[in-house]
């Protein structure tokens, strides 16, 4: 089983790819890293792996959109599983702290440290990088940069660490799908699709989004995108909350929301599993 995920080794992907290889039963997966979101999108898209790992959604600073945009692009993959996993940030380097004038880091691992940031490197510039663990790599060895990753990703490149936890957020935490291909299962506790609406119209919006009320079915997280395509034209991606056995009610909402929709993409419903403790 090829898997591929954000790399390079020691990201927070690397760990929940190998979480969620577990509870899908296979045994010793090849671990395929790759480099942006993106790209581990379109190795699954192209048959560069069997499955993907990718993040769709913090709790701190919301949906990751690299992700969205992504399977927007490519409606033919599904999710097959989602894992929630802790996530708490270290500032590693080769210190001393003091010294640190460069912090290093995914943007969503600068803006969910943003505040302690702000009150122990007020002056430090903050760089982004592809992922945590590329930029554990990239501070190997400086005297005036450091890097906010995972204590895994400290100790792969042999580095220190100057500060832990650092996340504003306590319990901060990070939503990943197993992607795959194939064909779109409707029963799990979650649903994902999204859709674009035929016209901007008043109340467009307001009746797509009531066919969900009225089938008694709840979104846990609604998120728009802007289509690229004009000023003021939106993707909508939407979560479900599904009881038991509501496979029926599912296609139901996929068959009245087609209608009022340019594009409607189903990704499959799914289970959701929970990390407790986060993997030093």
């Not at 319990?171 to 409707?186: E, I, K, Q, V």
Request: glycine share 10%.
């Amino acid at each position: 089983m090829r898997l591929a995920f954000l790399g390079p080794a020691g990201t927070y992907g690397e760990q929940a790819a190998v979480r969620l290889a577990a509870l899908e039963g296979w045994s010793e997966p090849q671990l395929l890293p790759q480099v942006g979101i993106r790209a581990v999108v379109q190795a699954l898209a192209e048959g560069g792996c069997d499955a993907a790992v990718v993040p769709v959604e913090n709790s701190v600073e919301g949906g990751v959109t690299a992700c969205l945009d992504a399977l927007w692009e490519h409606p033919e993959l599904r999710v097959a599983r989602a894992l929630v996993l802790p996530i708490r940030h270290a500032l590693v380097g080769t210190g001393p702290i003091e010294a640190i004038s460069e912090v290093l880091s995914h943007p969503q691992a600068l803006a969910q440290c943003s505040q302690w940031l702000g009150d122990h490197l007020p002056r430090a510039l903050q760089l982004p990088t592809t992922s945590t663990a590329e930029a554990a790599r990239m501070v190997a060895g400086s005297g005036f940069r450091g890097a906010i990753a995972s204590l895994p990703a400290a100790s792969k490149h042999g580095l220190e660490v100057l500060a832990y936890p650092i996340n504003d957020v306590a319990g901060n935490c990070t939503r990943f799908l197993l992607l795959n291909r194939g064909a779109s299962p409707l029963e799990g506790p979650l649903a994902s699709l999204a859709f674009s609406l035929q016209s901007n119209r008043p109340g467009a919006l307001l009746e797509a989004l009531g066919c969900f009320a009225r089938l008694g079915l709840n979104m846990g997280r609604i998120e728009s995108r802007p289509s690229k395509r004009e000023m003021g034209e939106y993707i909508f991606f939407v979560d479900l909350e599904l009881p038991a056995g509501s496979g029926d009610a599912l296609q139901e909402i996929l068959a009245v929301l087609e209608p009022l929709c340019q594009h409607l993409a189903f990704f499959g419903a799914y289970p959701l599993d929970q990390v407790n403790e986060v993997q030093n």
